[in-house]
C-alpha cells in the first residue's frame, strides 16, 4: 500500500512559477514509476509527466515540454513537478500517482495507475 500527499499549489499570476511536491509513504518508492496527471473543470483527466524508478527517464504532455521539469528524490520518498511560466490554462487541479513497475526505465502511466493522491489546486490568473 502506498499513500501519496501533494501539496504545493495555489494560486499564480500567468508567466509564474509553482513546484509541486508528492510524498510517499512505503520503503518501496523506487519501486514506482511516478506521475504527475490534471483535470480541468469539464475535462478528462490527462497525464503531464512522469519519471521511471530511477529518474533516469522522464517524459512530457507537448502542452508542458520546456516549462515543466519532473524531477524525484528516492531518499526522500518525493516526487516534484517544477512549473515555469504557467498560462491560464494550467489551471487545474494536479494529482499524482504511482505505478508499480519491474521495469526500471519505464515511463509509461497512461495505460495503468496503482495509486492516486487527493490533488492540489492549481490556479493560474491571467
Known amino acids: 500500500q502506498v499513500q501519496l500527499v501533494e501539496s504545493g499549489g495555489g494560486l499564480v499570476q500567468a508567466g509564474g512559477s509553482l513546484r509541486l511536491s508528492c510524498a510517499a509513504s512505503?520503503?518501496?518508492?523506487?519501486?514506482?514509476?511516478m506521475g504527475w496527471f490534471r483535470q480541468a473543470p469539464g475535462k478528462e483527466r490527462d497525464i503531464v509527466a512522469s519519471?521511471?524508478?530511477?529518474?533516469?527517464?522522464?517524459d512530457y504532455a507537448d502542452s508542458v515540454k520546456g516549462r515543466f521539469t519532473i524531477s524525484r528524490d528516492n531518499a526522500k520518498n518525493t516526487v516534484y513537478l517544477q512549473m515555469n511560466s504557467l498560462k491560464p490554462e494550467d489551471t487545474a487541479i494536479y494529482y499524482c500517482?504511482?505505478?508499480?513497475?519491474?521495469?526500471?526505465?519505464?515511463?509509461?502511466?497512461?495505460?495503468?495507475?496503482?495509486?492516486w493522491g487527493q490533488g492540489t489546486q492549481v490556479t493560474v490568473s491571467s
Open positions: 519519471i521511471s524508478r530511477s529518474g533516469s527517464r522522464t
Open positions: 500517482a504511482a505505478k508499480f513497475t519491474p521495469i526500471v526505465t519505464g515511463v509509461d502511466l497512461t495505460s495503468r495507475q496503482d495509486y
Open positions: 512505503g520503503r518501496t518508492f523506487s519501486s514506482y514509476a
